[in-house]
């Protein structure tokens, strides 16, 4: 059975650093396709970046140069660097995967069967 368990969620000032971190089990292949999501308050969940099994980065706009998304492949772990957050940033943070692919086929919530429990990121003014 594949899980996913995200962790590294916490509180920051604006202009801080967070890294969330996704650990895959159940699954030890390469053609995965992880991506992350975000739900605030009220809000529709949206991506955020995701990554295809050949290590190609894809990411929004408004995290674009600021977010970092990379893998750990030996440890079945994916990352997501955040700096310069911002209080538009607060969100639930979740990760997803959409397996075997090799390449990633957008944005589409649909097509990530696996999501993990989530983890929260707050940023204050």
């Known amino acids: 059975q594949v899980q996913l368990v995200e962790s590294g969620g916490g509180s920051v000032q604006s202009g801080g650093s967070l890294t969330l971190s996704c650990t895959v089990s159940?699954?030890?292949?390469?053609?995965?396709?992880m991506a992350w999501f975000r739900q605030a308050p009220g809000r529709e969940r949206e991506g955020v970046a995701y990554i295809d099994s050949d290590g190609t980065p894809t990411y929004v706009d408004f995290v674009e140069g600021r977010f970092t998304i990379s893998p750990d492949n030996v440890n079945y772990t994916i990352y997501l660097e955040m700096n310069n957050l911002k209080p538009e940033d607060t969100a639930m943070y979740y990760c997803?995967?959409?397996?075997?692919?090799?390449?990633?086929?957008?944005?589409?919530?649909?097509?990530?069967?696996?999501w993990g429990q989530g983890t929260q990121v707050t940023v204050s003014s």
């Open positions: 997803a995967a959409d397996l075997p692919v090799l390449r990633c086929q957008g944005w589409t919530r649909a097509n990530f069967r696996y």
């Open positions: 159940g699954y030890t292949y390469r053609r995965i396709c």
